[in-house]
């Protein structure tokens, strides 16, 4: 089992910068691929970026390449999601999620394949 508590939303004007963490509790997250996902108000829950178990491969969702980093200190059992140069359209509650198939491969894109699940943290960008 692992407990994923996620920090660090808010409001922000367009243009600034957020670094939101995950927080891992349980047995093994260094094993375990990890992603961010987001749901915007009316529309359904959204890749974001995923990040391999050494933190050596990372992948991101288009709309986010260039602006979002996504990073893991497996000594903190922490993953974090640097986000520069948001947009009102960023604004979304955002998810962490944790994978045990394929740990070292990146490109998860579906929720499904996600095995545990933060409650979220919300960030609302204004224009």
């Known amino acids: 089992q692992v407990q994923l508590v996620e920090s660090g939303g808010g409001l922000v004007q367009a243009g600034g910068s957020l670094r939101l963490s995950c927080a891992a509790s349980g047995r093994s997250f260094s094993s375990y691929a990890m992603a961010w996902f987001r749901q915007a108000p009316g529309k359904g829950r959204a890749f974001v970026a995923d990040?391999?178990?050494?933190?050596?491969?990372?992948y991101y969702a288009d709309s986010v390449k260039g602006r979002f980093t996504i990073s893991r200190d497996n000594a903190k059992n922490t993953v974090y999601l640097q986000m520069n140069g948001l947009k009102p359209e960023d604004t979304a509650v955002y998810s962490c999620?944790?994978?045990?198939?394929?740990?070292?491969?990146?490109?998860?894109?579906?929720?499904?394949?996600?095995?545990?699940w933060g409650q979220g943290t919300q960030v609302t960008v204004s224009s």
């Open positions: 999620a944790a994978r045990n198939r394929g740990p070292g491969v990146v490109g998860y894109m579906t929720s499904f394949e996600y095995d545990y």
């Open positions: 990040i391999s178990w050494s933190g050596g491969s990372t």
